[in-house]
């Protein structure tokens, strides 16, 4: 059972940087394009960033120009580094994983920014 595992979140003042990181468990994840999304508190989940297995990448346009989505095929891990935090980032960030037509989804690690 394919299994994706966050890490890296936590509170952080406005203006600083945190780096979440998402392993997966299978070999899916080097034809998998990941993904990272996020929720706020009594919003619908959204897309922040997504990385192709060939390298292609999307962000939204929220978060352009501070966030940077990154994969290591090697540990299989994808990793989000997000700079110039800002309070309307604050959310529980979901590692998202898509391959052969099925999709697989983390268990959410909450950032929070706040002075």
């Known amino acids: 059972q394919v299994q994706l595992v966050e890490s890296g979140g936590g509170l952080v003042q406005p203006g600083g940087s945190l780096r979440l990181a998402c392993a997966v468990s299978e070999s899916i994840f080097s034809i998998a394009t990941m993904g990272w999304y996020r929720q706020a508190p009594g919003k619908e989940r959204e897309l922040v960033a997504t990385?192709?297995?060939?390298?292609?990448?999307y962000y939204a346009d929220s978060v352009k120009g501070r966030f940077t989505i990154s994969r290591d095929n090697g540990k299989n891990t994808v990793y989000l580094q997000m700079n110039s935090l800002k309070p309307e980032d604050t959310a529980v960030y979901y590692c998202?994983?898509?391959?052969?037509?099925?999709?697989?989804w983390g268990q959410g690690t909450q950032v929070t920014v706040s002075s």
């Open positions: 998202n994983a898509v391959a052969m037509l099925k999709r697989y």
């Open positions: 990385i192709s297995s060939g390298a292609h990448i």
